[in-house]
């Protein structure tokens, strides 16, 4: 069935370092992947996304990979700044789909 | 900010109840999505509106079930409330029949049930 798996569970970074986080899908006919970050208390908002026809996508100190035939896809953030920290969720779809599949969430702490 | 509002934003019930959910969309969408949001896990889809015609559904009872409105807004109805309803309702907007599902998600509706 659909299924995203996402890992670390939790990540602790100092100021100024990189987090990495990983997910993978296993509907092979899911086409695009977006990344959302959820502060406390709020909706996840939507802050990068890839499309199956994509390996990278930049913006600004984000970036996301994508490799289809491995049904990998990652979260980079570079240089972390305290207000990075929140819980990121993955999530996958599929081509016209409905519904966005999530992972379990990642969540980053960045300290000063 | 993605323009999708959500009322109430918190809301307490008691078990048996029966509870309503709203959701505008952003403007120029015509598709509303919801999802339950369990402490600590990710989203879970409940159903996808559409034009005002449900659109798909995810693995959720027949006492959830949702309208959408000529304006696109949207109502999430759930009876006989249970316990294990508490959790973070979401809506998410988005322009249907696009090869690429991209969802704006609302601040969500905190339900409570004792």
């Known amino acids: 069935g659909e299924n995203v798996e996402q890992h670390p569970s939790t990540l602790s970074v100092q100021e100024g370092d990189s987090a990495v986080i990983k997910c993978t899908y296993s509907?092979?006919?899911?086409?695009?992947f977006p990344w959302y970050k959820q502060e406390l208390g709020k909706g996840p908002q939507l802050i990068i996304d890839?499309?199956?026809?994509?390996g990278e996508k930049k913006d600004q100190r984000i970036a996301v990979t994508l490799n289809k035939t491995a049904k990998h896809f990652s979260l980079h953030i570079t240089e972390t700044q305290p207000e990075d920290s929140a819980v990121y969720f993955c999530?996958?779809?599929?081509?016209?789909?409905?519904?966005?599949?999530f992972g379990t969430g990642t969540r980053l702490q960045v300290f000063p | 900010e993605t323009g999708v509002t959500q009322s109430p934003t918190h809301l307490i019930k008691t078990r048996g109840q029966q509870v309503t959910l709203r959701c505008s969309s952003q403007?120029?969408?015509?598709?509303v999505s919801w999802y339950q949001q369990a402490l600590g896990q990710g989203p879970q889809f409940i159903f996808q509106?559409?034009?005002?015609?449900?659109?798909g559904r995810g693995n959720f009872p027949p006492r959830f079930s949702g309208l959408q409105f000529p304006n696109y807004s949207s109502e999430l109805n759930v009876n006989a409330l249970e316990l294990d309803d508490s959790a973070l309702y979401l809506c998410?907007?988005?322009?249907?029949?696009?090869?690429?599902?991209?969802?704006?998600f609302g601040p969500g509706t905190r339900l409570t049930v004792l």
């Open positions: 509907d092979s006919a899911s086409n695009y």
């Open positions: 890839i499309r199956s026809n994509v």
């Open positions: 999530a996958a779809s599929w081509v016209y789909g409905d519904k966005l599949i």
């Open positions: 509106y559409y034009r005002e015609e449900e659109n």
């Open positions: 403007s120029g969408h015509n598709t």
């Open positions: 998410a907007s988005s322009l249907g029949g696009q090869e690429y599902n991209e969802q704006f």
